[in-house]
């Protein structure tokens, strides 16, 4: 299966993986949760966040808001009706835009805010 990696402070790149649980847990180091997207998901560590994982980055609406914070490295694939498949070479491209900066956790003066370079 064809996947998007997305890694803490490094570029986005496809990778071929075996279709198994254990390898889709490999890739996010624990648990997997899927964060469901139009004709996508976004598999993260569902424990991620507790457990330390270093930030990774923002899920953005298309106004730019953020939706959610992203721990540890995830993975982005296509749905089929029933598991995971391929990620759609569309969605190569725009995903990878989406996620090409890096992106840090600051401390500001109201709290928690996004760094992106």
Do not use: W
């Not at 560590?45 to 995830?74: C, Q, S, V």
């Amino acid at each position: 299966m064809k996947v998007l990696v997305i890694e803490p402070h490094k570029k986005p790149y496809t990778q071929e993986v075996e279709h198994t649980l254990e390898n889709l847990q490999r890739i996010v180091d624990g648990l997997i949760e899927p964060i469901y997207l139009d004709d996508i998901a976004i598999v993260v560590n569902e424990e991620g966040k507790i457990n330390g994982l270093p930030f990774n980055r923002a899920l953005r609406d298309e106004n730019r808001r953020i939706l959610d914070l992203l721990f540890g490295t995830f993975f982005i694939c296509g749905l089929g009706e029933e598991n995971f498949t391929d990620i759609p070479e569309q969605a190569i491209s725009k995903y990878s835009k989406m996620f090409s900066c890096h992106e840090y956790l600051i401390k500001t003066e109201r709290g928690i805010g996004v760094f992106t370079i």
